[in-house]
């Protein structure tokens, strides 16, 4: 059976974010029945995105049964001592609810920006995999690595999740996916991605994990979809291009990859994505969130489950 998340609002339409706001979306979520709630990152840029690991400790205060999860941390860009550190305390404050979703990431050209250069960039983040494993996993750390040196090097608390927080990989390309059938526990398809996209990817998927002798049944799926019910198709789609322009800076891009207009419209378009072979849907309204929230659940949803 298909499962629902929710995308968490973290682009803040004023300077001044509104948490209160949150809150309310927060608690309504978890009334609602969303299984999970989900943070992007955008480290960079011109719209006003709230830091993903900072909203997911938020989250966690106000909410008790909600899966939190990261789709996705760019990985390469951070420091894996500092991120476990992170997503341990994460874990600790929701009580052991963290789904920790990592990625390489396309943005060659903003490593400078981070002290860092693009050089390397796929094995800087399969070192970086294992560094995270093993600092949740074992008392102390030494590696002598190609990107870091630790000696005897110990993260505490220890996540709650054992042996870890489940590892989700982002990315749709094969080189992609099949690094996460690798290394991974879990897979979930980006927002800008295409549920045709998707759909070439999972098969993908489904091949490297047959290679890697891993049983499907015991590894996850799932893709975030941009979604706006709204009986008017093209006020939702106006609204959805301007989202994107702000968000992407291609206006196109949402006629290309989100699912919107009237609920039945939303049924279908979801659908495509669970045939594609998605396990969890992460639904990501992008305007009047409480609202939209409570229409997919009410009108979307129950023709789906």
């Given at each position: 059976m298909v499962r629902f998340g929710i995308g968490i609002p973290q682009v803040q339409p004023e300077p001044q974010a509104d948490v209160a706001a949150l809150h309310r979306f927060l608690r309504r979520a978890e009334d609602l029945g969303y299984e999970s709630a989900w943070v992007l990152e955008q480290p960079v840029g011109s719209a006003r995105v709230l830091e993903p690991t900072a909203v997911l400790a938020h989250a966690a205060a106000v909410t008790s049964r909600m899966r939190l999860g990261t789709a996705v941390i760019l990985l390469p860009l951070r420091v894996p001592v500092e991120l476990a550190k992170t997503l341990a305390t994460v874990d600790q404050l929701s009580g052991g609810r963290l789904i920790a979703g990592i990625a390489l990431g396309a943005w060659k050209d903003r490593y400078p920006a981070f002290g860092l250069s693009a050089e390397g960039r796929v094995r800087r983040f399969e070192e970086a995999v294992q560094l995270l494993k093993r600092l949740w996993t074992e008392p102390s750390v030494t590696l002598d690595g190609?990107?870091?040196?630790?000696?005897?090097?110990?993260?505490?608390?220890?996540?709650?999740?054992?042996?870890?927080?489940?590892?989700?990989?982002?990315?749709?390309?094969?080189?992609?996916?099949?690094?996460?059938?690798?290394?991974?526990?879990?897979?979930?398809?980006?927002?800008?991605?295409s549920t045709a996209d998707f759909a070439s990817a999972h098969t993908v998927m489904r091949e490297a994990l047959a290679a890697e002798r891993r049983d499907p049944a015991g590894f996850s799926v799932a893709k975030r979809v941009y979604v706006a019910v709204d009986e008017d198709r093209e006020r939702a789609r106006s609204r959805l291009r301007?989202?994107?322009?702000?968000?992407?800076?291609?206006?196109?891009?949402?006629?290309?990859?989100?699912?919107?207009?009237?609920?039945?419209?939303?049924?279908?378009?979801?659908a495509e994505v669970v045939r594609a072979g998605a396990q969890l849907i992460v639904l990501n309204p992008l305007f009047d969130q409480e609202r939209q929230a409570e229409m997919l659940a009410a009108e979307v949803i129950p023709a789906l489950a």
């Open positions: 190609e990107f870091w040196k630790l000696e005897a090097a110990a993260v505490e608390p220890k996540p709650v999740q054992q042996p870890h927080p489940p590892l989700w990989f982002g990315g749709t390309a094969p080189a992609a996916v099949q690094r996460a059938a690798r290394l991974a526990d879990g897979w979930i398809g980006a927002g800008s991605a301007d989202w994107f322009q702000g968000f992407y800076g291609k206006p196109d891009l949402a006629d290309r990859v989100a699912v919107f207009g009237s609920p039945d419209a939303c049924v279908e378009g979801l």
